[in-house]
């Protein structure tokens, strides 16, 4: 007896019968009088991708990102796509909005509060840890077996580590999605190595978001054949310049009155108290400007947050500076801005919010470290500095505000990187390409 696929009808031998029935030459027909033979072309069937993020409470960068990607309509064409993360959670919520079927996972109290970044390793934390993992990578088995995907890409750490070890018992190839610098900058020793051993044993492929991050990969020991750099991008037809007054309105700002800020998560080493110390500088100079902080702080950094407030009060700025709480319109509280200005005293792993200041028409003052180097040409399309050297950025804010034609020349310079380098389209060509080599079609 046959096999029962032999005996369904294939799309392609329906196609030759009805050529056939027509008169039309078939596959292996070769008249003389029309050419070489036809070459009927079976549509490819969308890959299956499972992307895993199981961030709860906040849209992160890596969140942003995701869900922006998932958004292009390219990647609806050739993708069908389903997201691993948490109920409830801001992600589930902006994924729902664009239509992208979502499976609950998540990890428990336990592990996902459990900090590693700044902070050494403690084995009674991280053992209860591992256990819960465990929990987490059993869960994620199940919805591979629902959902059967080509691969999983995961976007955390944690997720990374419960990704890698189901897709491995899986059979199913694990791409980590690397949003991070593992280096001794965020992670202590045992973590990074821990990371290390992990992705050389699970991960088919590591995308680190930048060459820094890259190179932090291969300086811990992951092997360069599972490296594969992929820069972020975002969607510029989102990323215009918005006319909108409200955040001058909310500060009570003329039009005239210069408005620098700081855009990010409130934390030590984004540098917002080195941000206060610019501003007290510049106003102690006697110069028309105010600053805006906004973000917002995560529990565990209240503390730094009081600490930030109280040096404004000490200082007397507070008619100076402002906080701001988190914009989900980040476009049109960036096109309030006159001048970005990026503090990070440690290096960033890439620096989302550059790009999207570049975008929309705002120049940047960046600190020199990290993925930034990559981004910003210096003095073409904006300017990097030592991380924490307050004298610096005054003297630059100082130059970009009055040597003529400085801030039009940036912008225009600015907008052209962006478009030339960091778009969504180009993110998802890159990832494509990456796909197409390790599930090949």
Known sequence: ?????????????????????????????????????????????????????????????????????????????????????????????????????????????????????????????????????????????????????????????????????????????????????????????????????RAESTATRLLPVSDAARRALLDGGVSPARITTIFNGIPLDRYQASSSRLLREQLRLTDREPLFGIVGRITAWKGQDLFVQIARQWSEAGRAGHFAIIGRAFNEDAPFEATLKEEIRRAKLGNRVSFVPFQSDIVTALSSLDVLLHCSIRPEPFGRVIIEAMAVGVPVIAARAGGVPEIITENVDGSMLSPGHVPDYVQELNTLMTVPGRRESWIRAGRKKVAGRFTLDRVFRDFDRVLDEVVPR
């Open 1 to 197: 007896m046959l096999p029962l696929y032999l005996l369904k009808p294939h799309p392609a031998l329906d196609q030759t019968r009805e050529l056939f029935h027509r008169g039309l030459p078939t596959p292996g027909d070769h008249p003389l009088t029309s050419g070489p033979p036809m070459q009927i072309k079976v549509p490819l069937e969308p890959r299956r991708l499972l992307f895993v993020d199981h961030v709860s409470k906040v849209l992160g960068g890596a969140e942003v990102n995701l869900v922006e990607l998932l958004g292009l309509p390219a990647a609806r064409e050739r993708w069908q796509v389903a997201v691993a993360c948490a109920p409830g959670s801001a992600l589930g919520a902006a994924l729902e909005k664009i239509g992208v079927r979502c499976f609950t996972y998540g990890l428990a109290p336990v592990l996902n509060e459990l900090r590693v970044v700044g902070q050494s390793f403690q084995p009674l934390a991280k053992l209860r840890g591992w256990r819960e993992l465990r929990n987490a990578e059993t869960r994620l088995g199940e919805i591979l077996s629902e959902f059967r995907p080509d691969a999983v890409i995961s976007c955390t750490n944690k997720d990374h580590f419960a990704a890698g070890a189901a897709a491995r018992a899986g059979g199913i190839p694990s791409l980590w999605w690397v949003n991070d610098l593992m280096t001794r900058d965020f992670f202590s020793w045992a973590v990074r190595k821990v990371f290390v051993r």
